[in-house]
């Protein structure tokens, strides 16, 4: 998958991309200068976790 989509970024976008903390990965998993995403039922929520 990011094969595909970091040349697009790179190249047609003109951004660079971060190959060590760039990953295709479930939305549970990512953390995003602190902040995760948590799944309750049907929504989705952005925060941190305690």
């Not at 190959?19 to 929504?43: D, M, N, P, Q, R």
Request: aromatic share 14%.
């Amino acid at each position: 998958m990011l094969k595909h989509i970091i040349p697009f970024i790179t190249e047609k976008l003109y951004l660079k991309v971060n190959l060590e903390k760039t990953a295709v990965c479930h939305i549970s998993k990512v953390k995003y200068l602190g902040y995760g995403f948590y799944t309750t039922g049907w929504i989705t929520t952005a925060g941190t976790r305690t």
